[in-house]
């Protein structure tokens, strides 16, 4: 994740948000309301530091980016930017332990988006002169994965438990982007909606092989959120603002992301796909700015808000979970030194992983619940 703002020449990466306490309203069709939990401290999770590789100084999460073992894909740089994409390595935090992944031969930048409960993980590496291309690593042994025909850019963003890896597929040259999923090493294309299919996404898979994403419509007015399954594309909207993107779909089919809204055409609210319904998951009281970036087979979503996204320093990390919207700075015991910025992901264990700063450095971190 990161300071991932709505256009990014090189991924579309999440934004954040941010904190406080009150109410915040929310409702849906389905009766979902959220309430902005209370501000008091409470010692509800174990914090670990994911580190850094050696001469990197940084670390960063992107979206869902942690398996059901409490295993985190994360990649680091010297530079205090998670859009730099320039110098990133990549590595897996496991017990404690980390373990760097290679980039494909001579790579300036390799970012791991994503891993599975097996070890698979699906990411992007970029060679002198060329543009990235996605790669796949089985077992730390790096593997360029294919890109459409005619194309020479992508990149794989996420990967279930089958080993089926969802992403894109671009042609830089006719400034076209398609939606693609690999399965057993082969690419597909993923359909667009009615009159688009010049610039789509696919960003989350679950465990059936569903897919969610964006893509554009015929008008071309701004994307909206979609969803594969069975190899049909259905059109879920926004929230009435031009565009919305999806980054995460659990077991379930319930899916997270961000859109512009008709009351904040230029900015974001993170949403929550459920049943049909497109519900808005609100900001923080204050905050212009929400995104949703992982989901839980249970319904927990990891994200955070902020008051400015393109400011990484007002974003807060925050956990939506039974009808709550909970700030995680005030689940860890104070004077940790920590300052949590945005949730990545979140496991079917309630771990939570993200970035935020500790000790003046940005790094990655994983909470993990502590026992009742």
Request: aromatic share 8%; glycine share 14%; no cysteine.
């Amino acid at each position: 994740m990161t300071a991932k703002t709505h256009s990014i020449p090189a991924i579309r990466m999440p934004r954040r948000l941010r904190l406080t306490a009150t109410p915040i309203f929310l409702a849906s069709a389905f009766g979902l309301v959220l309430v902005a939990s209370s501000p008091a401290y409470a010692d509800n999770y174990n914090i670990s530091d994911l580190g850094t590789l050696p001469g990197q100084t940084n670390s960063w999460t992107w979206q869902q980016t942690i398996n059901n073992r409490g295993e985190v894909a994360a990649y680091a740089n010297t530079i205090p930017d998670p859009n730099a994409y320039s110098g990133d390595e990549s590595y897996i935090w496991a017990d404690g332990e980390i373990h760097a992944l290679p980039g494909l031969p001579g790579a300036t930048d390799t970012i791991a988006f994503a891993l599975n409960d097996v070890g698979q993980v699906v990411g992007r590496s970029t060679q002198p002169g060329a543009p990235n291309h996605p790669v796949l690593w089985d077992r730390g042994v790096i593997r360029m994965l294919p890109e459409l025909p005619g194309d020479n850019k992508g990149a794989a963003l996420m990967i279930n438990n089958d080993g089926t890896a969802v992403g894109y597929s671009a042609n830089t040259g006719a400034g076209i982007r398609r939606a693609v999923i690999w399965s057993r090493g082969v690419v597909s294309q993923l359909p667009s909606l009615p009159g688009g299919g010049f610039y789509d996404e696919a960003l989350g898979i679950n465990e059936r092989g569903d897919a969610a994403g964006y893509s554009f419509p015929a008008n071309g007015a701004g994307e909206h959120v979609a969803l594969w399954k069975n190899g049909t594309v259905t059109d879920l909207g926004t929230l009435g603002g031009a565009w919305g993107d999806a980054y995460a779909i659990n077991a379930e089919r319930q899916i997270v992301g961000l859109s512009a809204t008709a009351a904040n055409p230029n900015s974001a609210d993170a949403f929550l796909w459920d049943r049909g319904v497109l519900v808005d998951l609100g900001t923080l009281p204050g905050d212009t700015f929400s995104e949703a970036n992982g989901i839980n087979d249970e319904g927990a979503v990891a994200g955070f808000s902020a008051g400015d996204p393109g400011d990484i320093t007002t974003w807060h990390a925050l956990l939506w979970r039974n009808g709550r919207m909970v700030d995680l700075q005030t689940r860890i015991r104070p004077g940790t030194g920590w300052t949590l910025l945005a949730a990545s992901g979140i496991n079917n264990r309630g771990q939570i992983d993200g970035i935020g700063i500790h000790n003046g450095q940005f790094r990655a971190f994983l909470l993990t619940p502590k026992e009742d």
